[in-house]
Each structure stands twice: as C-alpha cells, then as structure tokens.
C-alpha cells in the first residue's frame, strides 16, 4: 500500500517536473553546467524523459514497463546531479549567499533518496524491506 501511494507521488512529481521543463525551461538552463551541449534541447527532452518515465511508472499491469521506468528515473536523477551540483556553487557564490546551504544540503541529500525510490516504487529492489 505504501509504495503504491509512493510510486504515485513519485510520478506525479515527475510530471509537475516534466511540465516545468517543457513549458519554463528557463530556471533549468541557467544552472546547467557550461559543458553540457545544446542545452535548451537537453531540457527539453529531460522533461520528455520525466513524463515517459512518470506514465510508465503509473502502469499498473506492465510489472516490467514499471521495472524499466523505475531504472530509467533511477539514472535520470543521477544524470541531472550535475546540474544540481552546479546551481549549489552558483547560488552559494552569490553575494547574498543565494538560498543558502539550509536548501541546497537537503536537496543534494534528497538526491540519494530520489534514486533509491524510484527503485523501490517500481519494485526493482525490495531493500531495506525485504519480502519474507
């Protein structure tokens, strides 16, 4: 019942995401790293990524589609690390100090959490609630 719920959140959160990246792409792009190429596409598409990854994780009777996004979703927040880590140095070296280490450490903490639960949800791993 919970990863249900959890697998639910998730997606939903992979859609606002998706929708943001689509139809504002402009907050992403300004904290991707320099060596990234053709950014604007890179956006787009990340945001092509969360929705497939959001709709395939929503499956219900595809135990392998969900599988499959669950590894998907896994590597795509791992990809967009990068990014996260780059708009920390930003922001932090902003005069004003930016959003402060008060969001950017529980964001780059979050990161972890958001691989593992896209694993979990999708039932690629069981770990650490191992099925008796």
């Known amino acids: 019942m ?13 859609l606002v ?9 402009g907050p992403f792009l ?7 190429p053709r950014p ?3 956006v787009f598409w990340t945001g092509i990524a969360e929705a497939a990854g959001a709709f395939a994780l929503l499956q219900s009777q595809g135990r392998l ?8 979703l896994a590597a795509y927040a791992l990809c967009v690390w990068p990014a996260n880590v780059n708009h920390m140095l930003l922001d ?14 529980p964001r780059m903490m979050a990161q972890p959490v958001l691989i593992w639960l896209a694993l979990w949800v ?11």
């Open 30 to 36: 300004q904290i991707m790293p320099g060596w990234v």
């Open 40 to 42: 604007e596409q890179v």
């Open 2 to 14: 919970l990863r249900t719920a959890l697998r639910w959140l998730l997606a939903a959160l992979y």
């Open 65 to 72: 589609l969900r599988q499959a996004a669950g590894w998907g």
């Open 122 to 132: 999708s039932g690629v791993t069981d770990w650490p609630f191992r099925r008796k």
């Open 17 to 25: 995401a998706a929708w943001f990246h689509i139809a504002a792409p």
């Open 92 to 105: 932090l070296a902003r005069v004003d100090g930016g959003l402060g280490l008060r969001y950017h450490v």
